[in-house]
Every structure is written in C-alpha cells, then in structure tokens.
C-alpha cells in the first residue's frame, strides 16, 4: 500500500504567500475601483450642482425687464449683479399732465394711467415697486404709495411721494407694476452665492461655491466685443448703450461663470453661460431712482 504524504511547510508557507499576494492584489483593485466610483460620484454631484444653479441664474436674467440691470439690492459688478423682474401685467398707458410742461412730468411725484379697472384695487399697484419707461428706454423704478380713481372712467392718478417722475414723457410711455427688485452675490469668505429681493431678506442660493464671475459683454458698431467687469455707468446708474475708449457701445450679453470643487477628491469644475439682453428702445437706458427709493 503506497504511503500518503502531506505538505511540507515550505509547501505551505509559500501557498499562503501566494494566496496574500492575491488577496492583496485583489483588494487594491477594488479599493482603487471603489475610489474612482465615488470620484466620478462627486464629479457628477459638482457638475449637477453647477448646472442647476446656472440654469436659475441665467434664467433669471433672460427674464429681466427689457434686458435691463440695475445697481440695486447689490452694486452690479464682477462678483455680484441686480436686475428687475416683472411679476404683473402688461404696461398700461402713461398720460402727460394736464399742463402739458414735460418739466412739470418730471418734477412730478404722481402720474396718470389708463385702466379699464372697475376698482384701482385690481390693478395691485398700492405699496408695490413699479417700473415705468418711455420710448426713448429711460426708465425709472420707484414704490407706489396709493393709487385713486380720477375722474374720468379709465384714468388712474398713481402717487409716488418722494419720488420724481425724473424720466421725460414721450409717447407709449408705458407704466409696469408688480416690480420685484432681485440681486444675486458671491461670497468669497464663505463659498455662499446669496440671493435678495425687495420683498425678501437675503437667502442662500449655493454652497460650496468656489467662484462666481459676472462679465459684462459690449458690441461695437462693427460687430467687435469687449468684457467689462462691471456695467457703464451714467450718472452713477448702469447704461445699455454707452461709451467706452472712445467708441459707442451696447450692452448685448452677460457672461456668468461659476465653479465648484471638493478639496477631498482634488476635484475643480467650472460651468459657464451666456444670456443675451433684449433690445428694448433706441436708446437702451434703463436706471433706477436712488437705489429704488422706497415711498411709505
């Protein structure tokens, strides 16, 4: 009968060096294949992130009034920009005064529409930020203090004390209202993009945010561009059409640039767009009284 002989613990202490070497092998694959997974996670949690973000802010300006920005609830400029949102009807008729003076118009702190409004209470102007533009695209914000029937069926006087008119009358003057004021701005310090409007206190709109570039895009008559940081002004109030180095601009585009990153993963994502302005006017001005004065 033929003897049975075991392994030797050579045989044995090699075996299992084979086995560890295996395992180990095995495992750095799986622990390298868990890390990329949760890496391309964290990519695609960045890049969502970015994308949805984007999509708020660009949407918000293409809905702003006449392609218009402003310098309130924030000073638009390279890291933080304000614009106005229409949330009513469309314009009704602005009226010259009964004196026919223009100055008088603009001196004035009251103005007349026409309405065909059975009560002014459906018109929803009382104690609301209101917008009026003439053809010429001056236009003006202010907050309506009450608003009376005068006289006649469809003229409304709307009273704005403490604010002037301060745009001329011309013809299609038009009169918006429901006006909600809103301002978007980056917070270096704390990685927040914050968002603000007349009637709401100051919310987080992104965390984690590593930057937030706004670029002010002009067209020369020739079709060129040029990026500005920040809106030209006249009068301390931002213009679509202006002068810059010399030559006559317009305000076409606002380029918004965000990024995000995830220190653990040595991740960086960036995610851009651009949002073209309505051309409203000849002129293209939009202003705003004294940082949208607020008449109780």
């Known amino acids: 009968m033929r003897k049975t002989s075991g392994i030797t613990l050579v045989e044995l202490l090699i075996a299992l060096g084979i086995f560890a070497t295996v395992m180990a092998l095995s495992s750095q694959g799986i622990v390298s294949g868990l ?4 890496k391309q996670e964290a990519t695609a949690a960045i890049q ?37 949102l229409l949330g009513g009807s469309g314009g009704y008729p602005v009226i010259p005064h009964d004196s026919g003076n223009n100055s008088s118009f603009v001196q004035s702190a009251n103005l007349q529409i026409l309405a065909d409004v ?29 608003v009376q029937k005068n006289g006649n069926e469809y003229k409304v006087r709307v009273v704005h004390p403490g604010c002037a008119n ?3 009358y011309t013809n299609n003057t038009l009169l918006f209202g429901n006006l909600d004021t809103v301002g978007l701005r980056y917070d270096a310090n704390t990685k927040i993009l914050y ?49 810059y180095d010399g030559q006559v601009v317009v305000l ?45």
């Open 166 to 168: 301060t745009i001329d």
């Open 35 to 38: 890390k990329n997974q949760q």
């Open 118 to 146: 059975n009560n002014v209470s459906e018109l929803g102007l009382e104690g609301q930020q209101a917008l009026m533009i003439n053809a010429n695209g001056d236009a003006v914000i202010f907050r309506v203090g009450n």
């Open 195 to 243: 968002r603000t409007t007349d009637t709401n206190d100051e919310v987080a709109l992104a965390y984690d945010i590593e930057s937030f570039n706004v670029e002010y895009i002009y067209e020369y008559d020739d079709g060129s561009t040029v990026a500005l940081d920040s809106p030209i002004l006249d009068n301390n109030f931002p213009v679509k059409k202006g002068i």
């Open 252 to 296: 076409a585009r606002i380029k918004v640039s965000i990024s995000a990153s995830d220190p653990k993963y040595n991740i960086l994502r960036s995610y851009s767009n651009q949002v073209e302005l309505v051309d409203t006017s000849a002129d293209n001005r939009i202003r705003t009284l004294r940082g949208v004065t607020v008449c109780d």
């Open 48 to 84: 969502t992130k970015l994308r949805r973000v984007n999509d708020v802010v660009t949407q918000q300006l293409r809905s702003a009034v006449f392609g218009g920005i402003t310098v309130t609830p924030y000073e638009s400029g390279s890291n933080s920009i304000s614009f106005a």
